[in-house]
């Protein structure tokens, strides 16, 4: 028997039934063997290269040739707890060079401090960040090279104070909004900025009693400190608050009913 070939030889497709020139049928394959079905190119599913395990050699290494991590540079990560990150003294045995030590988390202490920092090579550096906070860096020590110590703090909170006559009385403008509410977190340091020209003749202070020394109360003074002459440049109260603080109010030490409430949540 005789059979048709050629380009002019036709087929069906054995999945979707479409015709197709008979030379465009391919063999399905069904986990590495032919299912004896004839399909379409472009219908046709590829086997798996899962299938042909054993029977064609397929390069796909998985394992590692030095799995463990390079001892001699790390990045050692140092919780904080009540103000004071434990020793990290276990640095001790590395042989070669420390990355760095990075102190995360957060505490209410206003003092930080960061013990025990040696290596036998060296250590690249040793930096604690925190605002407004006493931090203290001791024990950084090594056989080779000590890379650099750093202490970031800064003030968080600064307050634009003016002065101006409302209905007749000078207030007190924190940001623009007269006699304004401030909040003042423990821990933290702000700063009122007197610099302004109104400010002259009415220094800033901070109290317990509403209207301070005019309320029957007295000048609150812990953590606070006064620079130069209001309506000055460069003159400010500053305060860094303790922990513990009460409900403060701030005033005017010569004129009554110009000041408001600094709360310290």
């Known amino acids: 028997m005789s059979y048709a070939r050629g380009k002019y030889a036709f087929g069906f497709c054995d999945r979707t039934g479409f015709r197709y020139p008979l030379k465009d049928l391919v063999p399905e394959y069904k986990n590495g063997v032919k299912t004896g079905l004839l399909v379409g190119r472009d219908v046709v599913d590829p086997d798996h290269p899962q299938n042909f395990l054993g029977r064609v050699k397929i390069f796909d290494p998985q394992s590692l040739r030095n799995p463990r991590p390079d001892p001699t540079l790390r990045e050692v990560f140092v919780p904080v707890g009540n103000g004071v990150f434990p020793p990290v003294d276990f640095l001790n045995p590395m042989l070669g060079q420390v990355g760095s030590v990075i102190a995360t988390g957060s505490t209410s202490s206003s003092t930080v401090t960061l013990t025990g920092v040696n290596a036998t090579g ?96 007295s000048e609150y003074t812990t953590g606070v400190t006064t620079v130069g002459t209001p309506g000055n440049s460069g003159a400010y109260t500053q305060i860094t608050v303790a922990s513990g603080a009460p409900t403060l109010y701030y005033y005017c030490t010569n004129h009554s009913g110009m000041g408001g409430q600094a709360n310290t949540p």
Request: charged share 10%; net charge neutral.
């Open 122 to 217: 060296s250590v690249g550096s040793a930096t604690a960040v925190a605002p407004n906070v006493s931090i203290s860096i001791t024990g950084t020590s090594a056989t080779g090279s000590l890379g650099t110590v750093t202490i970031t703090s800064s003030v968080i909170g600064s307050f634009t104070v003016t002065v101006a006559s409302y209905y007749g009385a000078n207030k007190y403008y924190i940001g623009g909004s007269r006699q304004a509410t401030v909040t003042l977190n423990e821990g933290s340091t702000y700063r009122f900025d007197q610099s302004d020209s109104s400010n002259s003749g009415h220094p800033l202070r901070l109290s317990t009693t509403s209207d301070g020394t005019h309320g029957g109360g």
